[in-house]
């Protein structure tokens, strides 16, 4: 949907936006008491969950869900920023991690966020009205004020009563758009490599865990932090902008670089002699003791998220939803998962799927539709599968779309043989 005023909606609790189209909250006061935004649309009314607004737009991954809840913690993200014409300027701080910042999409999302003083004052509204909660013990109610922004399209899941939607999953948005086309971003993770001298050695030790151990006292050889923590890749929210933004490293430092390609493979504790002591440290190389943290990521940016082509097939599911006397329908959005160059369409965008759930209520019939999106001329057929009777759906689903990139675009045979099914092929307009 399009809704021309953003910011131009009522506050109600979940409650009620919940009775308005029969979705059980099982009377959890912490549920029922949640606030939703109510918008008008056409006729049309639409309820969003404040948190889910939260979620998908702003807690993107850990640091930006923990600067959220922060007095003005976002300027502690950034040393120093300008803005000059089409040019933008970020210095980060250290207190950005290395490989979040080295992520062009995020850089991309904050110099949206951080330049638009729309974007920037909901998300600072985060943290003004939960101090007001907090004086009042109510923790679980974050709220936010939504940016004044005009003409914004989003994609959602939800469910439908009549024409109220109650909207479940913020799938992507075309909000405000940037007017910089160029990023400079600087941060102590760029260094310019510089050549260096002489031959880069590496050696390759496999030592046994025997001898006495003595402790390093020079505090310089110790083990250092590891800054590079795990990412994990969840299901992504996306963020288009019409112009993605060129991103451009601005080198703070230069790092010697030694060239060279000997390889040393030795047995034992290193240089071939066998040492009684091991000199060690006790400091964990890892930040946060011996287990490392996890950061998550959920933002994809891209310049199209109007459905990569699905237009039709999207209309046709909801031809046959109408039919709610016969059909039972449920449809879903899934991001193919990486390991592949299926997993991508044009300009590194992550290709989508569309999972649908029907049931033939007069035969007693469960169908799933796979339906994958070829915006770049890929040639895949519909995919339809009997799971009537079947037992851990959610696996086989999972399994069936996971093997489609790992067999670079196509159905693997061997895996559906299992279910009943059929292919459909397209045939241009006429599908």
């Known amino acids: 949907m399009t ?6 909606c009522k506050v109600i609790t979940a409650l009620d936006a919940c009775k308005s189209v029969d979705y059980y909250l099982f009377a959890k006061p912490e549920l029922m008491s949640q606030l939703v935004f109510e918008i008008s649309v056409e006729g049309k009314t639409y309820y969003l969950p404040q948190v889910e607004f939260i979620r998908a737009v702003f807690a993107v991954n850990k640091i930006m869900t923990n600067t959220m809840l922060q007095p003005n913690w976002i300027e502690l993200l950034v040393t120093k920023s300008n803005l000059n014409g089409q040019r933008a300027f970020l210095e980060m701080s ?16 904050f110099a949206w966020l951080y330049l638009s003083p729309n974007i920037k004052a909901s998300f600072e509204s985060i943290y003004t009205l939960l101090a007001q909660k907090i004086l009042n013990n109510d923790y679980l109610k974050i709220e936010v004020h939504l940016p004044a ?44 490599g510089i050549a260096a001298p002489g031959q880069r050695k590496y050696r390759k030790s496999i030592k046994e865990d025997d001898g006495e151990k003595v402790l390093n006292e020079d505090n310089e050889k110790r083990s250092k932090q590891d800054a590079n923590q795990q990412v994990v890749d969840t299901p992504s929210t996306q963020l288009q902008f019409d112009n993605l933004a060129d991103v451009h490293k601005v080198y703070g430092s230069e790092q010697e670089v030694n060239q060279g390609d000997i390889y040393f493979s030795n047995q034992g504790q290193g240089g071939g002699v066998q ?20 950061d998550f990521k959920t933002l994809e940016v891209t310049n199209d998220i109007k459905g990569q082509g699905l237009e039709k097939f999207l209309k046709m599911i909801q031809l046959l939803a109408m039919d709610a006397n016969k059909y039972k329908v449920a449809m879903n959005f899934v991001y193919l998962p990486l390991g592949r160059k299926f997993s991508f369409v044009a300009n590194q965008m992550r290709r989508v799927s569309c999972v649908v759930y029907i049931q033939n209520k007069a035969i007693y019939k469960e169908f799933y539709v796979f339906e994958v999106a070829t915006p770049d001329g890929k040639t895949l057929s519909t995919l339809i599968v009997d799971f009537t009777n ?42």
Request: aromatic share 10%; charged share 30%; proline share 2%.
């Open 149 to 192: 922004v005009l003409n914004a399209f989003i994609r959602f899941r939800g469910i439908k009563k009549d024409n109220k939607y109650l909207i479940l999953q913020w799938l992507g948005s075309d909000m405000e758009g940037t007017t910089f086309t160029d990023i400079e971003v600087k941060h102590k993770a760029f260094k310019k």
């Open 390 to 431: 079947k037992t851990n759906k959610e696996l086989h689903i999972s399994k069936i779309i996971k093997d489609i990139v790992l067999n670079s675009g196509s159905w693997k045979t061997k895996e559906l043989s299992k279910f009943s099914f059929k292919r459909l092929k397209h045939r241009g307009d006429k599908q």
């Open 275 to 294: 040492k009684q002591e091991q000199v060690v440290d006790l400091d964990e190389s890892i930040y946060g003791g011996t287990i490392q943290p996890i």
């Open 94 to 109: 250290d207190e950005v991690q290395n490989n979040i910042v080295k992520d062009e999409n995020f850089i991309r999302y």
């Open 3 to 8: 809704i021309p005023q953003l910011a131009q």
